[in-house]
Each structure stands twice: as structure tokens, then as C-alpha cells.
T-cell receptor, first 111, second 115 residues
Framework: DQQVKQNSPSLSVQEGRISILNCDYTNSMFDYFLWYKKYPAEGPTFLISISSIKDKNEDGRFTVFLNKSAKHLSLHIVPSQPGDSAVYFCAAPGGYNKLIFGAGTRLAVHP | EPEVTQTPSHQVTQMGQEVILRCVPISNHLYFYWYRQILGQKVEFLVSFYNNEISEKSEIFDDQFSVERPDGSNFTLKIRSTKLEDSAMYFC?????????????FGQGTRLTVV
């Protein structure tokens, strides 16, 4: 089941610069997307979401962009901080009761 | 802030043994879930539970798995006869709303190691 894809397993960014994490999806019925952040030995924590009626949603340093025609979304973190180092998962509700996750992108923010 | 709690944080068991993973979802939430993450792989949906019954389950959730809400607060996942390939992080999650567009809150996970 590859309905949500994160093709970059890792990303390394310098502190203060922008981090861009990408996500593609195949199911055109998806109309809501979520980003989760996960630290080692912890559960995923909700970060930000976007509905398909929008193309952008911003929350502080985090902005999610949605391009429905390309079936692509991205998470921008600016400025990146060392505490942002984690695995980021893109997810979409796959029907009424479950989330379909991408494989995740490990972000490393270095000083 | 309300949170989902899971116990134990780490469980080691011998192959063939039964294990029960426990979760306390957020108290006013209505939907409960189990997900798992095999090391290095994606987070996978196992089962969802609503109104005291399973509402959806994945192919992974075979007859060896069962879920129960034995009282008003706990939500458990039982694996009847564990296999080596059941070794994974198991996450419990809950959501409060009836809308599909409601973020799930996850517990910190139970690391299950089958030896």
C-alpha cells in the first residue's frame, strides 16, 4: 500500500536554514493531510494539517503547502532548529477510521 | 494536557507466548487504534475500535490478535501466540471527534521484542 509516499529517507539541514520535507500521494480522494513528528522511543505527535480546500496552512515556523493537481504536499520549517531533528511522517485519513502513513523522513538539523 | 499512556514501555517475550499490551486513551475520546512500526519501516495501521467493537482491521490483524476495552478506561491489544516477526513498536492512538478530519493522539509506544 503506497498511497502516501515520502521518497527522501533523510534530510540534513544547517541550523537557521529552511527544511523542506516532501510527500506525494496517489489517491485523489484524499482531502485532508497531516504531518506528524516522531522522536526516538516516543509516539508520533501531531504537528500540522491541511485540508484540500486550502493550498497553504501556517503555524509558527511550520508551513504546509498542498498542490492537488500534482498530488504533492510539502512541509517547510523555517528557521530550522536542532530540536527539530526527528522523523517526520506525512499521513492521510484512509477512510473513516485510520491513518495511512508515509515511510517518514529523518531530519537532522546541525549547528 | 491529556495524553495517551501505554504500558509497559518494553516487553520481552518468548516466541509462542501470549502478550497483552495496555493503553489508556484520552478519557473523552471515542475512537481507539493500534498501529505498529517494525524497526526502520513505516507506521502501519492494525485495528480501529469504536462503540465497543472493531470498526476496521488490516491484513496484519489476523486471528492471533484481539482487542478489548475491558472497562471504561483501558484498551488492550492481545497477541495470542507471538512470532519473531511480531517484534515492533506498538502504538495506541485515540481520536475524539466524529469527523474524519481529526488528528489522532498517540501514546509513547510499547517496544515488543519476541525472542
Amino acid at each position: 500500500d503506497q498511497q502516501v509516499k515520502q521518497n527522501s529517507p533523510s534530510l540534513s539541514v544547517q541550523e537557521g536554514r529552511i527544511s523542506i520535507l516532501n510527500c506525494d500521494y496517489t489517491n485523489s480522494m484524499f482531502d485532508y493531510f497531516l504531518w506528524y513528528k516522531k522522536y526516538p522511543a516516543e509516539g508520533p505527535t501531531f504537528l500540522i494539517s491541511i485540508s484540500s480546500i486550502k493550498d497553504k496552512n501556517e503555524d509558527g515556523r511550520f508551513t504546509v503547502f498542498l498542490n492537488k493537481s500534482a498530488k504533492h504536499l510539502s512541509l517547510h520549517i523555517v528557521p530550522s532548529q536542532p530540536g527539530d531533528s526527528a522523523v517526520y511522517f506525512c499521513a492521510a485519513p484512509g477512510g473513516y477510521n485510520k491513518l495511512i502513513f508515509g515511510a517518514g523522513t529523518r531530519l537532522a538539523v546541525h549547528p | 494536557e491529556p495524553e495517551v499512556t501505554q504500558t509497559p514501555s518494553h516487553q520481552v517475550t518468548q516466541m509462542g507466548q501470549e502478550v497483552i499490551l495496555r493503553c489508556v486513551p484520552i478519557s473523552n475520546h471515542l475512537y481507539f487504534y493500534w498501529y505498529r512500526q517494525i524497526l526502520g519501516q513505516k507506521v502501519e495501521f492494525l485495528v480501529s475500535f469504536y462503540n465497543n467493537e472493531i470498526s476496521e482491521k488490516s491484513e496484519i490483524f489476523d486471528d492471533q490478535f484481539s482487542v478489548e476495552r475491558p472497562d471504561g478506561s483501558n484498551f488492550t491489544l492481545k497477541i495470542r501466540s507471538t512470532k519473531l516477526e511480531d517484534s515492533a513498536m506498538y502504538f495506541c492512538a485515540s481520536t475524539g471527534g466524529t469527523s474524519e478530519n481529526t488528528e489522532a493522539f498517540f501514546g509513547q509506544g510499547t517496544r515488543l521484542t519476541v525472542v
